[in-house]
């Protein structure tokens, strides 16, 4: 089975171009995908992107997070496959791709790749989270998947796994859970946002719904107006653009740059009896 190794800003991904059926012997996908996904006895990867077929756009995506759960969206990886995409020949320099979220606008420059995103949900602001013996203020909002965003004060010093898996297993997230954002604005268009991912089970290096998520929550509070430039934990840059127009948000733009690490041949050895 072919497939390409990308990474969007530190968020990394398996692709494969399953229109003509390459995954088709494979019986149980969130097995594969969990075992291709296993760093050191695999490829290794936060996520696995199957392309198909799709009569309302130019394709349609699978998008799978390393534990072989099945999302609506992911910005990085839809970055990731606008070029993939591109690459192969699948569709040209601007094209839609069809979600769970829904239909994705994109647009393909060298290794930049800018998406348009679903519109967000309204923002919840100011909820109390309870964390074992302390109380967190989070503001929560779905950019695609689920999000709630902290600000704090010292962003590298933050125990980002500790909090960020006490949020993403709140029960006031669940059953669906929450991917967990903490920030610190650095100025009136910028920030610095670490996330822990649900799905992947630990902070990423990058996450472009969060990075999103986050913007929009610091922009609710007056603290930054598009464009945002966000500092993901890979020390990348995203670019994040919007419209706020009678306190909500639209017209959400995603862009960053986009890596092609290698492409290559899985072996059967790549997901059978590694572990899972
Ligand atoms: N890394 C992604 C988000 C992927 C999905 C997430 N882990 C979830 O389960 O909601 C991004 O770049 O947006």
Known sequence: MNFFKMSGSGNDFILVDNRGGALAEIKDIPAFVQAVCRRKVSVGADGVILVESSERADFRWRFFNADGSEVEMCGNGGRCVARFAFLQGIAGERMSFETVAGIIDAEVRGDVVKLRLTEPSALQADRAIPIQDEMLTVDSLNTGVPHVVAFVKDLDAFDVFRYGRALRYSEAYAPAGTNANFVTVTGPHSLSVRTYERGVEDETLACGTGSVA?????????????????????????????DKIDGAFRNVYLEGRVRVVYEGRLWEEAWQDNGY
């Not at 603290?223 to 919007?242: A, N, Q």
């Open 214 to 242: 986050s913007a929009l929550a610091a922009a609710a509070r007056g603290e930054v107006t598009s464009p945002v430039e966000v500092t993901v934990r890979s020390g990348e840059i995203l670019k994040i653009h919007f």
